[in-house]
């Protein structure tokens, strides 16, 4: 086990701070540690989590809002991870994700829009056969 030196520990967070700096709960954080994307330093049962785990829970809590699966994000990770010199590869892998799901997002829109439409067509024909019932009613 590496020794933690003191500034290794100044600049770490607890499960604590991770929870209120990023919005999360403590269940996520060991969530994302159990799907081995944050790996913090253990010091008996606490955790301390590096700038490492910080830039990366900043990128996976990008990536879940676009809508990027677990595991597109941990493919993006690991690939940094492994050869930081292949950022233009990462770069280009996260592009063609990205517009994937640009895509699909934009496919999503429309379908809802679509829906939008339809349903105030339908509610606009409801009120009109509630008013047609009011004034017969009251003729």
């Not at 008996?44 to 990536?63: E, N, P, Q, V, Y």
Request: with cysteine; net charge neutral.
């Amino acid at each position: 086990m590496t020794r933690l030196t003191q500034t290794d520990l100044s600049d770490t967070l607890s499960i604590r701070e991770m929870c209120d700096a990023f919005e999360v709960t403590p269940r996520t954080l060991r969530f994302y540690e159990q799907k081995e994307l944050l790996f913090p330093i253990r010091q008996g049962t606490r955790r301390l989590f590096t700038r490492r785990d910080r830039a990366r829970l900043k990128l996976i809590l990008r990536g879940k809002r676009f809508g990027f699966s677990l595991e597109d994000i941990r493919q993006l990770l690991d690939m940094y991870d492994h050869d930081p010199s292949q950022q233009e590869a990462q770069l280009k892998r996260t592009y063609e994700l990205a517009q994937e799901r640009l895509h699909a997002m934009e496919a999503q829109r429309d379908e809802l829009n679509e829906a939008i439409a339809e349903l105030k067509t339908q509610m606009a024909w409801g009120e009109e056969m509630m008013a047609g019932l009011r004034n017969r009613g009251g003729a």
